[in-house]
């Protein structure tokens, strides 16, 4: 009997698939398009015993071990649902299914609500590390039934990547929606990390070539911003094809697939400014705009004015890097700890930081600290209050501030680097001016405010037209 079985054989689920074959496990295969699962079978799952690629779905359940554990890998959304119906009437009381798609967390607790009434277990877990990730150990971030997570322990923290430590990049986050909660946090983060680097490259492009670039982040991994994504920036701004170097002949739009949205939507819904991020989202969105940017910039015959960026302001530019992603991972902390009192998570937020740090996207060497941080005081109300992370804000915070300077004089956007900066002085602020905020809506709603020298909440009637009456009471 097979130990595990795989719905779904596109590069992540053959992959993946492949994964827990190395490590021992006996896998089934399926797909509802038959050439998939046929191109798998003649191709990949020929090298491996232990894989069998089944044509139907009733063939590939059967040849399942019990309590069944089935993974799909599939795009998120309806065929999701449409899967599970299919798979309903097939499976037997404590089978578990598991969703491994970048799902909506609601939809994960959603289903997890409704399987439970089948007397089905369900999770849904973050997968991050992409294509090479899925194959050599990718990280995992497992949520849902809480009685789901011994069923699979041991394959997924197999199959997934390891720190330095043997420490697996795998573990239980929480129940329902909480692990596609983390993923799409992560995924966040990632929006804001990529951003970050592109501002960065924006302003160095002008003063360096592509090699000397390349070179430039090669250094910068051999320190602090040691992570993937610094990495392959470096490995891209190098790379050439017959025309030339690769980069260069890339149109200026980029895509995305809505995690970044989500998260700065549930941001908005916890009241959290997660700022830097929102801003990255934004400006995928703005770089989409790709010929009404071209008319305005001849409409206004904008031509930037050309950079020199030496070495010594290279330097300011890694410091402000460096300070910007600490303030984005504070605000992506700050999301997760709020959304952890809404639904009722027990988020192991060094928990999360390890299962990071190996196997995803935002792996890097900093995940280490935040782990330290958060291992230290499981309370902390925002990473930049840490110790270590607050000598670091303050001896950069002066470097992020002459790179927005820098970009504002040359006509470079530069929102993430920005936005951090906004966030930080706004956060380190103790009294700020939505006093006068709340006075005018007190005086064009009635909306009421509170005071600071007495309890309570109070309304002007500033036109003394409002006869004295409010049209709501205070909430924030």
């Not at 959304?77 to 798609?101: A, F, Q």
């Not at 983060?189 to 960065?200: F, P, Q, V, W």
């Not at 920005?418 to 700020?432: H, I, N, P």
Request: net charge negative; aromatic share 10%; charged share 25%.
């Amino acid at each position: 009997m097979n130990n595990i079985g795989m719905i779904g054989l596109s590069v992540m689920g053959s992959n993946l698939a492949m994964n827990m074959a190395d490590k021992g496990f006996a896998v089934a295969a399926f797909d509802f398009y038959n050439e998939y699962t046929k191109k798998f079978r003649e191709s990949n799952a020929k090298n491996y015993e232990n894989i069998t690629a089944y044509d139907t779905l009733e063939e590939f359940i059967a040849s399942l071990e019990k309590p069944r554990k089935i993974w799909m890998m599939i795009r998120a959304g309806s065929p999701v649902d449409e899967t599970i119906e299919k798979l309903v009437p097939l499976l037997e009381e404590g089978d578990l299914i598991i969703d491994g798609g970048n799902s909506h967390f609601p939809d994960t607790t959603r289903r997890c609500e409704y399987l439970k009434e089948k007397g089905l277990l369900y999770i849904g877990t973050g997968v991050s590390g992409g294509e090479e990730g899925a194959l050599r150990g990718p990280s995992l971030m497992p949520g849902g039934s809480k009685d789901a997570w011994p069923l699979v322990k041991d394959i997924f923290q197999k199959i997934c990547a390891h720190t330095e430590d043997g420490s697996p990049c795998a573990d239980w986050v929480g129940e329902n929606g909480a692990g596609h909660f983390v993923k799409m946090v992560h995924n966040g983060i990632e929006y804001g990390d990529m951003e970050l680097i592109c501002e960065a490259y924006q302003m160095l492009r002008d003063s360096y070539s592509n090699e000397d670039m390349s070179q430039l982040f090669t250094e910068w991994n051999k320190g602090e911003l040691n992570s993937y994504l610094i990495e392959i920036t470096s490995e891209i701004l190098k790379t050439k094809d017959e025309t030339g170097y690769v980069v260069d002949a890339i149109l200026d739009k980029a895509g995305q697939k809505g995690t970044g949205k989500w998260t700065a939507i549930a941001a908005l819904d916890e009241g959290q400014p997660l700022t830097l991020i929102s801003e990255a989202v934004f400006a995928r969105c703005l770089s989409s705009l790709k010929e009404e940017r071209v008319n305005a910039s001849k409409a206004y015959g904008k031509e930037m004015e050309k950079g020199n960026v030496d070495a010594a302001f290279a330097e300011e530019i890694r410091k402000a890097l460096y300070v910007s992603k600490i303030i984005s991972y504070a605000q992506g902390y700050s999301l997760m700890r709020s959304a952890a009192k809404t639904y009722d998570w027990k988020l192991n937020y060094g928990g999360i930081a390890l299962m990071w740090r190996g196997g995803c996207i935002i792996r890097s060497q900093f995940l280490g600290k935040i782990k330290e941080a958060f291992d230290k005081n499981y309370e902390l109300e925002n990473l930049i209050l840490d110790d270590y992370f607050k000598e670091i804000v303050e001896k950069y915070i002066p470097s992020l501030r002459k790179v927005v300077v820098y970009a504002i004089e040359h006509g470079i956007s530069v929102p993430a680097f920005s936005s951090a900066l906004s966030y930080f002085d706004g956060y380190t602020t103790e009294k700020m001016p939505m006093n006068l905020m709340q006075a005018q809506r007190d005086y064009f709603g009635a909306h009421t405010y509170q005071r600071i020298d007495q309890e309570g909440t109070f309304h002007t009637d500033w036109t003394n037209l409002g006869n004295g009456i409010s049209s709501t009471t205070y909430n924030v």
